[in-house]
Each structure stands twice: as C-alpha cells, then as structure tokens.
T-cell receptor, first 113, second 111 residues
Framework: GEEVAQTPKHLVRGEGQKAKLYCAPIKGHSYVFWYQQVLKNEFKFLISFQNENVFDETGMPKERFSAKCLPNSPCSLEIQATKLEDSAVYFC???????????FGSGTRLTVV | SQQGEEDPQALSIQEGENATMNCSYK?????LQWYRQNSGRGLVHLIL?????REKHSGRLRVTLDTSKKSSSLLITASRAADTASYFC???????????FGKGTKLTVNP
C-alpha cells in the first residue's frame, strides 16, 4: 500500500554535528509536514510544504533547522550543530489538499550524545 | 501552542469494555481528527469529523463533536488488547492545513 517513507530509522550524532533526515511523501499528496515528538508526548509542528514551497514555517527554530522539498527528490530536514535537546523522534506526514487526514511515516529517532 | 487537551491522560480497562477519551480545544476549527500511536510507531489516522458534523462512526469507533463546548469524545466499543496505544486528537484551524495535536491519552486494554 501507499506509505510515507522516512530514512534513516535511527540516527546518532555527537553534539555539534549535522543531522539530515529524509522523507518520501505519498505521490499525489500536495502537503508535507514535519513534526518533532519528544518523550512520546506532544507533537510539535515544525514546518509544512505545499508541493516544493514552504507553506508554514512557524515552528522551525530558524537558526539551526532547515528543510526542503525539491521536485523528484525526497524531502529533507537538516539540523546544523545538533544539541542534546534535539534528541527526539521526527515524523514526516503528507496529505491531499482539502483537509484530509495525514499519513505519517514511522519516524526517525535522533539521539544526540 | 497547545490546542487539543485530552483527558484522561491514562486509561486502563479490561478487554470487552468500552473506552471513552475526551478532547477539549480553544479556538474555532475546520475539523477535528483522532489518531492512534502504537509504541515506537507513527500516528495512524482513525477518523475525521468536520465542524458542521456532530457524530461520526467507523467500525467500533464513535466520535462526537460539540463546537459550542469546544470538545470531542472518542468511544471505542468492545475493546481488544490490540487497541492498547496512545490516542491523540488534532485540530485544523482557519485556512491552515496544519494540525495541532494534544498530548494524548494512553489506553491500556488488559486481556
């Protein structure tokens, strides 16, 4: 069936190193979303894309986080100079236009040591 | 900012019993959605209810929405051990496609 594919499943980085996470949304879905989940609780919204364009980036820590969704490539979320507090599971989701439910990927668990 | 607030935070029941979870929110919404998260996995979409709907059913799930009280409830009937998971409500507001999630209810169904 259709799924949102996230890679890698696990990522360990030393403090100060760069981390890059990837997400392949479902074909035909116009929107891509990134969320951060810390300690299996709240899902913090980071950024959304409508096709290749940033739609809402109100949740992004501007200084160290960046994201892209380029044509014919997986979307990516990059964290420069990781900090211990960036340790979390990062989920990507995609949806069709018009307020349908999201389809989530399985997440990337980032551990910063 | 936090929008949906689920209660209870944790619920433990026996197989076959019904489970009811509640969600309250603060601003006007376009729709409210419920998701399930099994341990270590991503969220699975369960059901969406639009702001002009009051009740919706899907299999053993029943969702109600009261926009005057800014609240929703999720009822799982005849629960099974496989229903053990965390359940989150999420709201979509205004013209934004962004969903704002609550902190979830952790449901344990004992065999």
């Amino acid at each position: 069936g259709e799924e949102v594919a996230q890679t890698p499943k696990h990522l360990v980085r030393g403090e100060g190193q760069k981390a890059k996470l990837y997400c392949a949304p479902i074909k035909g879905h116009s929107y891509v979303f990134w969320y951060q989940q810390v300690l299996k609780n709240e899902f913090k919204f980071l950024i959304s894309f409508q096709n290749e364009n940033v739609f809402d980036e109100t949740g992004m820590p501007k200084e160290r986080f960046s994201a892209k969704c380029l044509p014919n490539s997986p979307c990516s979320l990059e964290i420069q100079a990781t900090k211990l507090e960036d340790s979390a599971v990062y989920f990507c989701a995609s949806s069709r236009q018009g307020f349908y439910g999201y389809t989530f990927g399985s997440g990337t668990r980032l551990t910063v040591v | 900012s936090q929008q949906g607030e689920e209660d209870p935070q944790a619920l433990s029941i026996q197989e076959g019993e019904n489970a009811t979870m509640n969600c309250s929110y603060k601003t006007s919404i376009n729709n409210l959605q419920w998701y399930r998260q099994n341990s270590g996995r991503g969220l699975v979409h369960l059901i969406l209810i639009r702001s002009n709907e009051r009740e919706k059913h899907s299999g053993r799930l029943r969702v109600t929405l009261d926009t005057s009280k800014k609240s929703s409830s999720l009822l799982i009937t005849a629960s099974r051990a496989a229903d053990t998971a965390s359940y989150f409500c999420a709201t979509a507001q205004g013209g934004s496609e962004k969903l704002v999630f609550g902190k979830g209810t952790k449901l344990t169904v004992n065999p």
